[in-house]
């Protein structure tokens, strides 16, 4: 089993659509949970953090950590064609960073 | 604006050639760290570096090597490649003692093939 799982998708949605992102886990002992947007032909790059659990907002962005569960998420309302990338999930325990296989997402005019 | 660079976008080698893939941070990073990234796999660490002339092993170091012999640069050698090192490689900088999140910051990759 791998330590992050995640559905590569791909994952095509109208414009406005809500998207939801997931990543399960298998290590407690990660605090830290990231989110990285990388676009074709670029190097991924952060959009949002938590750290332990709860949600955090930023913009049409949402980040859900469910510790208990081993899951979080990733919502992005209102979805824009800008926002076609690949959403990678990353956790750290502080000391190893380990990244989920990315999910491709697209979204239509 | 940071910027992490690596010396090409494409590249095509042919196995058992020696491959260098440069890699030039300018944010003064300690970290300096190369993945590879393959489809349903992720970006796994090969290797990474906290300092000149330090490097640590990461999850998959077999058949590569590395340098550093300045800070601002992390060189990813391939001794000899082979046709399952086709990949796209990822570098990556963050500071030493950073934000809890340990932000990395990526270069745009390189894209090798071997034939």
């Known amino acids: 089993q791998k330590e992050v799982e995640q559905d590569p998708g791909p994952l095509s949605v109208p414009e406005g659509a809500i998207v939801s992102l997931n990543c399960t886990y298998s290590?407690?002992?990660?605090?830290?949970f990231m989110w990285y947007r990388q676009y074709s032909r670029k190097g991924p790059e952060l959009l949002m953090y938590?750290?332990?659990?709860g949600n955090k907002e930023d913009g049409r962005f949402t980040a859900q950590v469910d510790k208990s569960s081993k899951y979080i998420s990733l919502f992005i309302r209102d979805s824009q064609p800008s926002d076609s990338a690949t959403y990678l999930c990353?956790?750290?325990?502080?000391?190893?960073?380990?990244f989920g296989a990315g999910t491709r997402l697209t979204v239509k005019p | 604006d940071v910027k992490v660079t690596q010396s090409s976008r494409y590249l095509v080698k042919r196995t058992g050639e020696k491959v260098f893939l440069e890699c030039v941070q300018d944010?003064?990073?300690?970290?300096m760290f190369w993945y590879r990234q393959d489809p349903g796999l992720g970006l796994r660490l090969i290797y990474f570096?906290?300092?000149?002339?330090?490097?640590e092993k990461g999850d998959i170091p077999e058949g590569y090597s590395v340098s550093r012999e300045k800070k601002e640069r992390f060189s990813l050698i391939l001794e000899s490649a082979s046709t399952n090192q086709t990949s796209m490689y990822l570098c990556?900088?963050?500071?030493?003692?950073?934000?809890?999140?340990?932000?990395?910051?990526f270069g745009p990759g390189t894209r090798l093939t071997v034939l």
């Open positions: 990556a900088s963050s500071f030493l003692d950073g934000s809890p999140y340990n932000e990395q910051f």
């Open positions: 290590n407690s002992a990660f605090q830290y």
């Open positions: 938590t750290y332990s659990s």
């Open positions: 990353a956790m750290s325990d502080n000391n190893d960073m380990r």
């Open positions: 944010m003064d990073h300690e970290n």
């Open positions: 570096s906290y300092d000149v002339k330090m490097k």
